[in-house]
């Protein structure tokens, strides 16, 4: 059983965070540990016995006073502290330029690199290195949440935010949207995959670069027509093709991604062909409408994209 991503992080901004989450808690066990045993003790201690008179009350204690206020403003004082040390270390300034932008939709995460890739869902990152991705928003409040990598952050419609991220081990680090922002909110997933440098270097490159050249296939060719031909040019882009729109994910190398609608489902040509002909089904409320395609146009369809690699 793997730990819960919160107690098992994997960057220093992400551990610095798990350490102060340990430390408030130890301090508030204590202290709900020595409550519940003075109570106990009193309890049977003091308990009333027949024929006892009233207690005798004890007020004006000055000393008590003194002692039940110093010891909860220490304790608050200390939690100050840790927690300041933690902000510091889990958010520190912003100094270059981001590395990536990643706006949050409804509902699906959009990923631009400043080497101009432009991926949607799944976000590759260097292992080891500090990572500056600016955060917006497209529509809603939505929030950027990879709990092994970073701290939370809101994407904020017109207020963009800057976060660090960095992984010390490769690995897919899964995340999601973590403010609710309307009806498919619980699929908006985000994958961030950290590899080796030269990995990443090797994949952004590829990522920058438009799907290698279509195939002469000729139901790939008539699936690109039907891409054309039903208006998904409107809402997606694919580099490459004279396709740039932006309301949708960039489906540029769509068939290398893991899942689709944002961690709804798989990749595989069986979950495309389910997504294309019912999209409504599959992710209730998200803004693909179901085009009411024939057998052979999804047919066609699925195996244009999964030309697009
Ligand atoms: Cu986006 Cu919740």
Not at 46 to 69: I, S
Not at 74 to 99: H, K, M, Q, S, Y
Not at 117 to 136: C, D, F, S
Request: with cysteine; charged share 20%.
């Amino acid at each position: 059983m793997s730990m819960p991503p919160v107690f098992d992080p994997h960057s220093p901004e992400a551990r610095a965070i798990s350490v102060l989450f340990a430390q408030t808690l130890v301090v508030c066990a204590a202290i709900g540990l020595l409550v519940a045993v003075l109570v106990g003790y009193c309890v049977v201690r003091f308990r009333a016995r027949p024929g006892d008179p009233a207690p005798a009350e004890n007020p004006g204690n000055k000393r008590l006073e003194a002692v039940w206020t110093a010891v909860p403003l220490g304790i608050l004082v200390l939690l100050f502290i840790l927690t300041a040390r933690t902000v510091g270390a889990a958010d520190p300034p912003v100094d270059r330029e981001p590395d990536l932008v990643v706006v949050g939709h409804q509902w699906w995460w959009e990923a631009t690199y400043k080497e101009g890739a432009v991926t949607a869902n799944e976000i590759h990152i260097p292992v080891g290195r500090k990572v500056l991705v600016r955060i917006e928003s497209a529509d809603v409040i939505h929030d950027f949440w990879v709990p092994q990598l970073a701290r939370k952050i809101d994407a904020i419609p017109g207020h963009p935010g800057f976060i660090w991220m960095e992984a010390d081990a490769p690995g897919p680090y899964v995340g999601t949207c973590a403010e609710y922002c309307g009806v498919e909110h619980a699929w908006m997933r985000i994958l961030v995959i950290a590899e080796p440098q030269a990995e990443f270097d090797a994949w952004l490159a590829h990522e920058s670069h438009p799907a290698s050249a279509l195939s002469s296939d000729e139901a790939a060719a008539r699936g690109a027509k039907v891409f054309q031909e039903k208006t998904c040019i409107n809402c997606h882009a694919v580099a490459g093709s004279a396709h740039d729109a932006r309301v949708a994910p960039s489906l540029t190398h769509l068939a290398e991604r893991k899942t689709l609608g944002a961690g709804v489902i798989g990749n595989t040509p069986a979950d495309l062909a389910h997504w294309l002909r019912d999209p409504q089904g599959v992710k209730q409320g998200c803004h693909m409408p179901n085009l009411n395609l024939t057998d052979p146009e999804v047919n066609d369809l699925v195996t244009y994209l999964e030309t697009l690699k």
